[in-house]
């Protein structure tokens, strides 16, 4: 019968480090970036515990307020980033490690910029008329 032990270790850790590493060569070879859902795999705190320890820090933290904090992270291994999405409470919804030169979550949408170049327009042209 299998442990309900919440501090197991069910052995991800390594496997997982062995992914990101598959996924930095094809980041360098391609620009293919990857994501990795850390709650869609079996892991105990002790895996998550061990994957982070291995990861270290980076020098890059941004946080995002939409729907609930989330948090973005460079690890110690550049293009190895850590998002913590979390709700109101600040509870953890969902935790992923992205492999990309710039995670998808901090990079602006082309509607955005569309919307903010006509704002941006808009205020100059009242700026010069006034």
Request: proline share 5%; charged share 20%.
């Amino acid at each position: 019968m299998p442990s309900t032990d919440s501090g197991a270790d069910h052995g991800n850790a390594l496997p997982i480090l062995n992914e990101i590493r598959h996924a930095l060569a094809r980041l360098l070879e391609s620009g293919e970036t990857s994501v990795i859902d850390l709650g869609a795999l079996p892991m105990g705190p002790q895996d998550e515990a061990e994957l982070l320890a291995a990861l270290g820090e980076g020098e890059v933290e941004a946080t995002i307020s939409a729907g609930g904090p989330s948090s973005v992270r460079e690890t110690a291994f550049h293009g190895v980033w850590l998002l913590t999405h979390r709700n109101e409470a600040g509870e953890t919804l969902a935790r992923f490690i992205e492999i990309a030169f710039v995670p998808e979550l901090l990079m602006s949408q082309a509607e955005d910029v569309a919307d903010s170049a006509v704002e941006l327009a808009k205020k100059l042209g009242q700026a010069q008329n006034g």
